[in-house]
């Protein structure tokens, strides 16, 4: 559960956050649990015994510090307060960097006690380790576990601790951790000096164009730990896959699907074991006898199974996201359960082929070409802070934006199953980098770097230890209907022997039915008209450019500006620093606070200018969310505009910051959504009527597998002072996955904002007048400016809300007739004392504009707080201040 953030101070929302980690007790496993509190830690500095005395539960820790496991170093010492929060304000600059400490300074032992009876006889105890960063050892109860050093951020190690468990039932274990191998200078380069990328692990942590450096490099035991039970006989990395052959749709009988299951198995004991390998599906029952050597692994593949009628999980957008039950199971011949795996499993079927219209490859689910709408994605936390309960809310959001895919970058992991489960729950297909990227790896001569690009195309220094990685963690998320690209690295591929191996043996065999992508912008991906591939534009854009300058016919990054409202900024940026910047047209430069560019901001140009000089920061902080809004409806729009003719998809760069960032985020790191993420959800609706600001042409974009016919295609203006004039009305067809152009409504729009600028409201009606879609443009006057929105009067809107059920709320808006618009404007769910917003929350819509006489609705979604009283609605809008609504039953 995710517990009410009260953001008046940004170093108790971080204390939460640390509190999630800790509350997360998790297992689709019944023989398994989590060792996620309790633990300890010192630096070795301070430590001068070795892990056979630190292990023996009679040596003491009480001077120890509390650590936070799964965590990093960083993440102990800043909970501990050893260290200020890292992001608030210029704080990251008070942390020692490690490149300057030296390696030993955040150089960590770790310490936990548990109970763990010694098992019955036959029975083995494992201890698993999900992800230690960078190297370690291990010992348990005075016994060094490892023989030789574990080595890699990226590599699972599981030990037998059966025969080392103490006979009292009290045990005592103990971690010690080394950072990377090469730390790197954080110079302020893209990767720093680019050495980051010698270790087989994270590169943004030496600093990136959006985000700091991060102190300790992500040392210490990042990801789970849990200790396992099972018989004599050991499920290891189960591997599913389904075949959906045909064209298949949504809805209606399905012809069958074919269901693969072989898995590994490991015979702990001295003895032969025999018993049967099984799995339970949709009430069926699928079975192999099988006999075990003496202490050996084998792997197993089952009889293929043919499912009847299968239900089918499609990307969001398309179809619903059904999810079946497969319980794995090996048996002993005593009929008892050695071991057993729960596994959730989408049945559909991936394919790829090349659009020769488009010049780029296209993503075909169930036979089913998707148009793809993405969003990059860095990390949850950049100081590994993960949780169930957040990354459920990212994707979740992403979802809301109407988004089908999300495309993890290569300069930071390969993400966690927890990630992946939120994308199965919420039908986002999944573009996984590998480790590698352009900058570090030696694409470009860069002056920041250490070595030359020879040198550094050879990174990591360890290809052994990345292939191994790239194994382990293929076989741990393969099993993810979501997941559905593999990519060899961020803008370049990497080395040749490395490439080779991923391309020709590891992925054949270990995951063959996924689209392998030599490296993010490959022209096997896509090619422009000239040849070539690349990403862009970035920053901000005339609208022009997203409807009408042809990109890259399958982007890997393109996108916009990203700056959050005032209630965000003032969690991250301290008082003194809340300066608006000043945007100078005649040089086109920017004053910008030093706080501000620390925190990576970058210019809005005369795009904020448009809509009124900015007062002071909260002034430009509301003005930047219309361009917010405006920029990414208008992106979307334009390549959707272009579906199937142009693109065959584009994924946005990027979508949500592991750091207080002032770009590319649709929401805050503390999970608020701003305008990004309105405008987005408007532009990548599935049915959704669009206006090309350009050229005034009106048209219908259809992204899903039916036709729509019969619909009335209203288009209307309304002017400063909320008069409408009908422009047209007009039944339409169109077809499916497709987008149809109708009618320009340039002649009438120009000639009516000339003046002041216009209201342009475009509507697609059902045959029973239910509206389809709707969208609200607001346009300039003929010199580009927004002068008529600087003098509109008051709204004169209504607003209600109750509660349809514990949280969540239904808020009524509701305007008056020959009234002006109520202009866009913001719900926020607040704690009823503080009136500090609820997060997460989720809104149906938002910065909703109401036109006179209209009524709408917008459901918010929220977790209440256990014992608080109900919540408030807060709004407020361009003409509208801020008020606050009462919750009624």
Excluded at 39 to 55: F, L, N, R, V, Y
Excluded at 148 to 175: C, D, E, P, Y
Excluded at 325 to 341: G, I, W
Excluded at 348 to 359: G, I, M, P, S, V
Aim: charged content about 20%.
């Amino acid at each position: 559960m995710i517990k009410l953030f009260t953001l008046n101070k940004v170093a108790l929302i971080s204390i939460l956050l640390l509190n999630l980690v800790l509350m997360t007790v998790t297992s689709k496993a019944q023989n398994s649990y989590e060792l996620n509190s309790g633990w300890k830690c010192a630096p070795i500095a301070q430590i001068k015994e070795q892990g056979t005395a630190i292990s023996n539960t009679s040596y003491s820790t009480a001077a120890w510090m509390p650590a936070t496991v799964p965590g990093t170093v960083l993440t102990s010492m800043v909970a501990n307060k050893q260290m200020p929060d890292p992001f608030y304000g210029m704080n990251n600059e008070q942390i020692p960097d490690i490149y300057k400490t030296g390696r030993d300074y955040y150089t960590y032992w770790f310490a936990k006690d548990f109970k763990q009876a010694i098992p019955a006889k036959g029975s083995q105890i494992y201890l698993n380790f999900r992800g230690v960063n960078y190297s370690f050892d291990v010992f348990l109860n005075g016994n060094k576990l490892n023989a030789q050093l574990n080595k890699g951020m990226f590599m699972r190690r599981s030990f037998n601790i059966t025969k080392w468990l103490a006979a009292n039932g009290s045990n005592r274990l103990a971690v010690i951790v080394y950072p990377p191998d090469a730390v790197g200078n954080a110079n302020g380069g893209q990767g720093g000096d680019g050495t980051i990328a010698k270790n087989v692990g994270i590169q943004y942590t030496a600093g990136w164009d959006w985000i700091q450096p991060v102190r300790d490099r992500n040392t210490g035991i990042w990801d789970k730990v849990t200790i396992q039970t099972t018989g004599s006989v050991k499920i290891k990395d189960p591997h599913v896959i389904t075949l959906v052959p045909g064209i298949r749709k949504p809805e209606g009988a399905q012809q069958p699907a074919i269901i693969k299951v072989s898995t590994e198995l490991e015979n702990a004991t001295a003895l032969r074991v025999s018993g049967t390998l099984q799995y339970l599906l949709d009430g069926k029952k699928v079975f192999k006898k099988v006999t075990l050597k003496p202490n050996s692994t084998q792997e197993v593949k089952l009889d293929d199974y043919t499912l009847a009628n299968p239900k089918l999980w499609w990307p969001n957008g398309y179809g619903p996201q059904n999810l079946y039950d497969l319980k794995l199971q090996f048996v002993a011949a005593d009929a008892k359960v050695s071991d057993q795996q729960e596994i959730l499993v989408g049945v559909r079927q991936l394919t790829t082929e090349w659009n020769a219209r488009t010049e780029s490859r296209q993503v075909n689910i169930n036979g089913q070409r998707i148009f793809i709408k993405g969003g990059n994605w860095i990390i949850s936390d950049e100081m590994l802070r993960f949780t169930d309960a957040r990354y459920d809310a990212e994707v979740r959001f992403h979802r809301d934006m109407n988004l089908n895919l999300i495309r993890v970058w290569g300069g930071a992991l390969i993400e966690r199953p927890e990630f992946y489960e939120a994308c199965d729950k919420y039908g986002m297909l999944v573009f996984q980098d590998m480790w590698g990227s352009g900058d570090c790896n030696g694409r470009w001569l860069d002056p920041m770097k250490r070595e030359d690009q020879w040198t550094r195309r050879k990174y990591p220094d360890d290809h052994d230890l990345y292939l191994a990685s790239i194994k382990d963690q293929v076989k741990m998320i393969r099993n993810y209907p979501s997941l559905a690209m593999w990519c060899g690295g961020n803008e370049i591929t990497p080395p040749e022997d490395i490439l080779k191996a991923l391309r020709d043996t590891i992925m054949p065999a270990l995951d063959s039915t996924r689209w392998f992508i030599e490296y993010s912008n490959s022209e096997n991906m896509s090619r422009n008209v000239n040849g070539g591939n690349g990403d862009g534009p970035y920053g901000i854009q005339p609208l022009s450019v997203f409807w009408n300058e042809r990109a890259f016919p399958f982007n890997s990054e393109v996108g916009s500006v990203g700056v959050s409202d005032y209630t965000s900024l003032k969690r991250f940026i301290p008082k003194g620093n809340l300066a608006a910047p000043v945007y100078d047209a005649a040089t086109g430069k920017t004053k910008t606070d030093p706080v501000w560019e620390y925190h990576k901001y970058i210019g809005y140009d005369g795009f904020i200018d448009k809509y009124g000089k900015p007062k002071d920061a909260e002034d430009f902080a509301n003005k930047a969310q219309l361009v917010n809004y405006d920029q990414y409806r208008a992106l979307m729009e334009g390549f959707s505009s272009h579906m199937w003719d142009w693109y065959t998809g584009t994924i946005i760069w990027k979508t949500q910051n592991p750091w207080t960032a002032m770009r590319g985020q649709m929401y805050d790191y503390y999970l608020d959504p701003n305008a990004c993420l309105y405008g987005l959800h408007n532009g990548s609706a599935p049915l959704h009527v669009m206006y090309n600001p350009t050229d005034g042409m009106v048209m219908v974009a259809n992204n899903t597998f039916r036709p729509k016919t019969n619909m009335m295609l209203v288009a209307k203006m309304y002017d400063i002072a909320g008069k409408e004039t009908l422009i047209t009305q007009v039944f339409v067809d169109v077809t499916a996955a497709s987008t149809k152009r109708y009618l320009s409504i340039k002649k009438n729009i120009d000639a009516a904002a000339k003046d002041d600028g216009a209201f342009v409201v475009l509507e697609l009606l059902a045959e029973d007048k239910t509206p389809l879609s709707q969208n609200i443009y607001w346009v300039p006057n003929e010199t580009g400016e927004y002068s008529g929105l600087q003098k509109m009067d008051n709204a004169q809107l209504a607003v209600s809300a109750k509660a349809l059920k514990t949280g969540k709320i239904e808020v009524t808006l509701t305007n008056g007739n020959k009234v002006p618009l109520a202009f866009f404007n913001r719900l926020s769910v607040v704690d009823a004392g503080t009136k500090e917003r609820l997060l997460p929350a989720f809104y149906s819509d938002n910065y909703v504009s109401v036109l006179p006489g209209e009524v709408k609705k917008v459901v918010i979604d929220y977790t209440p707080v256990k014992n608080a009283p109900a919540p408030m609605v807060s709004i407020s809008g361009w003409n509208m201040a801020e008020k606050f609504i009462a919750v009624g039953n």
